[in-house]
């Protein structure tokens, strides 16, 4: 079969004014638009849905080769009706389409296709070029099969981990789905939040993994990185396990508003900010999820509905992680041991960016003890404990005990 001049995106028998994006760019199409052309190498997520509202939508994952051979790559696909979807299409129906316009695969490259980068500027072009390229670093096609469980890299909206579905008295997660419908599985990596600790361990040993977390995250690393990981796994295997998966959560949310990847998303952030040892040990890896997390939370007003509510009852989850990491820097300076330059500096950065956004604090410094004036004039000493709770001090400080 004949070829596009350069690398495209065919998408046949697509009705007008549905919604229909790929990477960060989103547009309602046209009835004379038949695809994308010009695509850059790399990874690319192209998604539909019936309507630019919060309808269902469903897209696939594709690569275009960074060093394409003859003949040029084309993705094609085309829009199944009955089911509003994308999907796989013939040969020949490419061939019968390219033929009908007369002008061969000429004309459709010229008139009917858009390139990939949109008529909003060269400057805009480029930044989104570049901030797609930067939210996909860890991502690989083996991330991608084991996410999506398909080798087509599809999913919904709808795609839902196990552990994420609806609760009904007395079936477990599978079940549920067998009563509410079929539902595609998604990958996710299985932390639970509530058992951090090896199986078997007791004691102080249980009390330090439930505390610090970086045995589960190396547990986790194990079992997922590609090739085998020994021990805990090298700080490569982190970045792709761990910054891959946070990385293809959050573009779902970004682009299909997928509940299921929000909550894999705040999992991953969870497990990764409660770890203590692991931070000395990984620091490139700390380093690396710091400066992903913060790239996150610039473009969390992008999500549709937004990423979640930053107020103190929606983002609290957030800012409390945020607060307990910087207690493990702090304990660190306080035993005067060196906290790694890179891990310190984009820390301060994250820091920085939610109070100038959010006015939120994340040190420690607030007074608890100090002298009040009464009505009468009289100055009193005052003392509160009512944030002992917050640093975990006094009677919330924590306690080893031996079972």
Known sequence: MSTPPTPTLLLLNLPPAILCGIDLLTFTTSPTFHGIKSLPPGLHFLFTSPSASLALRDGFWFRIPSSPSPPTPLI???WDPARE???PCPEDEVRAFVAKKGGGWK???ERHLTPYRQSTGADGESRAEDTWEHLTGHITPELLTRFTRNTEWGMSSASSGLQDRDEIPGLSAREVGDVIGEEQE?????????RTWREGAVGRKRTEQARDRSWVVGDVVKRYATEGAAGEGTEGDWES??????EVCFLMVFTLANYSCLEEWKRVLAVVLTCERAVWEKPSFF?????????HLERGDDVE?????????????L???????NRTLEQRRAGEEDVDDDVEEEFQEVAKWVKEQYGWELGDEFARRGMLELEDGEMVEMETGEMAGEDESGEYAPVVVEL
């Open 76 to 78: 094609y696909r085309k």
């Open 85 to 87: 979807t994308l999907v």
């Open 107 to 109: 004309e459709v490259h």
């Open 186 to 194: 998604l990958g996710m990596l299985g932390v639970e939040l509530k």
């Open 241 to 246: 396990v761990i910054l891959g998966q946070m």
């Open 287 to 295: 380093a690396g999820f710091l400066r992903l997390l913060k790239r």
């Open 305 to 317: 509905g937004g990423l979640f509510d930053m107020s103190d009852d929606g983002g609290g989850f």
């Open 319 to 325: 800012k409390e992680l945020l607060k307990r990491f």
